[in-house]
């Protein structure tokens, strides 16, 4: 699903990635271990395509990627359902009528769909990651990149996510 090979990335002075090579198979939950500032998170972003490495080749694919990132950013104006018509395809999961599936997936992640009526940037820094996977999730992704992906989780939810994994790994997915 992902095949990074030799990869490299400097900022400035600073040499955040040398020669990190790594394979994440299909249907497998896959974790990247080391210290702050080990290059972690610019190895995920390289991956994404949201950094260009200096060296190196990696390859994605195929199928829906999502993305959970450590922080996650809302436009400020929208509300969490907004949000999710943005991400839907054709817009069809947002508005107050959101799908069976969107709901499921608010259950799963113990997530109170009366918060989507509010804005995300008002929610609590577990809520709002919480509703990054919502947003993922209501999409179905083939691979579910996640950075940090316990960091603001309460334990009732670092177990309702670490599930989450588990069905989306049964169901074939990374």
């Known amino acids: 699903m992902i095949e990074a090979h030799r990869l490299s990335k400097r ?20 974790a990247m271990l ?6 972690k998170t610019t190895a995920l972003k390289i991956a994404l395509g949201f950094l260009t490495q200096d060296a190196g080749t990696v390859a994605v694919g195929p199928g829906r990627v999502g993305y959970v990132p450590e922080r996650p950013a809302y436009f400020p104006w929208l509300d969490g359902y907004g949000v999710l018509g943005l991400a839907a395809p054709g817009g069809n999961g947002g508005g107050p009528g959101a799908g069976p599936r969107v709901l499921a997936a608010a259950r799963r992640l113990r997530f109170d769909p009366a918060l989507l009526r509010r804005r995300p940037g008002a929610y609590s820094a577990g809520d709002a990651k919480k509703f990054a996977y919502l947003q993922n ?5 083939d691979l579910l990149v996640v950075d940090e992906p316990f960091a603001a989780l309460d334990p009732p939810s670092i177990k309702c996510v670490r599930e989450v994994f588990l069905a989306m790994k049964e169901a074939g997915g990374t």
């Open 137 to 141: 999730l209501a999409l179905e992704p």
């Open 34 to 39: 080391g210290e702050n500032g080990a290059g």
């Open 11 to 30: 900022f400035g002075p600073v040499q955040a990635l040398s020669d990190v090579s790594f394979k994440v198979r299909t249907g497998t939950i896959t």
